[in-house]
């Protein structure tokens, strides 16, 4: 097994690396009690070296691994892709370019929703993996044998799953699906955490501009104050006690004090001055400012909810017929909102998703389609 642990032994693993058509690659990182992750190992295989690489070696600069990942001229292979990019593009600012992700890939090929690795390597290259050593710390050192074997695991087995759903996809004409979704992975905005948007995280909803000016204003500094910290948000305070303060906008340490979410004492001390500045600044943002507050959905017009359920079953239907993820295509809010109001900015009504099951849908609806048994299958014909 190579380890590399220097960068003049990774600049000739790369330069190697340069000339195959394609990487897979996988890392082990920490982030339990920080809010940036630690990268401990990257893994790396091609069609003619593999190897780990240990980030954590004294001295060894990532930098020729870095370009390989900006080399254009070779595919990088991951198994859900978005954690691993993230440390990248944390790193350098960019994404590995090109990318493919298997366990999309795997979703465009009818695998189900979010297909594990383990699954996929049992299914398309019958081998088994160790999972014993998936739970471990990978910034003590040093690692042993096992650890090393499992990580290194994620990468070679990698290659031949890659190499059949990427036949797949050529056979039954879905790369441009799957192309589609890459956008979003290979998007450097897709990972960048800005702190103005950080309210988007918030299960809360607002009901009224100061809640929600609110709301921005706490969602932000705790996002400043977790990055600036490198501490998880949830260690500055946590979601559900963002959206009590925004609720009740008590406005001094008093009205903080009787927060139930609060930690006791937390209004007493300096994160207690900064959380009620926060609430202050998001009362005086300009209602034009604000983000837009969605209505909330009233009663559903009659019928509503047996019509989604059709729509659900129709769903189904398609996804099984065309061995796709139901989930790539529309989940039951989606479905839920076409039923009752309708929905041309849905995303199911898009590309390729519309001729796949938008067209469907609204041919359910409007009665010109129905859901029966055909030869002994369910199936989708004209009324």
């Given at each position: 097994m190579q380890i590399i642990t220097t960068t003049d032994d990774l600049a000739r693993l790369c330069k190697t690396l340069s000339s195959d058509?394609?990487?897979?690659?996988d890392t082990e990182f920490m982030r339990e009690h920080t809010f940036w992750p630690i990268l401990c190992l990257i893994q790396i295989a091609g069609t003619s070296e593999e190897a780990i690489i240990d980030p954590m070696a004294d001295g060894i600069d990532l930098a020729p691994f870095h370009q390989l990942m900006a080399n254009e001229a070779v595919l990088k292979v991951?198994?859900?892709?978005?954690?691993?990019?993230?440390?990248?593009?944390?790193?350098?600012?960019?994404?590995?370019?090109?990318?493919?992700?298997?366990?999309?890939?795997?979703?465009?090929?009818?695998?189900?929703?979010?297909?594990?690795?383990?699954?996929?390597?049992?299914?398309?290259?019958?081998?088994?993996?160790?999972?014993?050593?998936?739970?471990?710390?990978?910034?003590?050192?040093?690692?042993?044998?096992k650890q090393l074997a499992y990580a290194l695991s994620d990468v070679?087995?990698?290659?031949?799953?890659?190499?059949?759903?990427?036949?797949?996809?050529?056979?039954?004409?879905?790369?441009?699906?799957?192309?589609?979704?890459?956008?979003?992975?290979?998007?450097?905005?897709?990972?960048?955490?800005?702190?103005?948007?950080?309210?988007?995280?918030?299960?809360f909803r607002p009901r009224n501009p100061k809640q929600m000016g609110i709301a921005v204003a706490l969602a932000k500094w705790r996002e400043e104050r977790a990055q600036f910290k490198n501490m998880p948000r949830n260690r500055i305070i946590k979601d559900d006690a963002i959206s009590e303060l925004a609720t009740?906008?008590?406005?001094?340490k008093a009205g903080l004090a009787k927060l139930r979410a609060l930690p006791r004492g937390l209004a007493d001390g300096g994160l207690g001055d900064e959380i009620l500045r926060a609430i202050e600044a998001g009362l005086a943002m300009s209602k034009d400012k604000l983000p837009r507050i969605e209505p909330s959905r009233g009663p559903q017009p009659e019928g509503a909810s047996a019509i989604a359920d059709v729509l659900k079953l129709g769903l189904k239907v398609v996804c099984e017929r065309e061995n796709i993820a139901p989930r790539l295509i529309a989940n039951a809010a989606d479905i839920e909102e076409f039923a009752g109001n309708g929905g041309d900015h849905l995303q199911m009504m898009r590309g390729w998703r519309h001729e796949l099951f938008g067209e469907v849908a609204q041919g359910l609806k409007t009665g010109k389609l129905a859901i029966g048994i055909r030869d002994g299958k369910p199936d989708i014909f004209s009324a």
């Open positions: 058509a394609y990487v897979t690659v991951f198994h859900a892709a978005r954690q691993d990019v993230e440390i990248f593009v944390e790193a350098t600012g960019a994404t590995p370019t090109p990318i493919f992700d298997t366990q999309i890939a795997a979703m465009v090929c009818g695998f189900g929703d979010q297909v594990g690795y383990e699954a996929l390597v049992r299914k398309l290259a019958s081998q088994q993996v160790d999972k014993s050593s998936r739970f471990t710390d990978w910034a003590r050192r040093p690692l042993t044998d070679t087995h990698l290659r031949v799953v890659y190499e059949k759903l990427h036949d797949m996809l050529a056979e039954n004409g879905r790369t441009p699906w799957l192309a589609e979704e890459m956008a979003v992975i290979a998007s450097a905005d897709t990972y960048i955490s800005r702190p103005d948007d950080a309210w988007k995280r918030l299960k009740q906008a008590p406005r001094n």
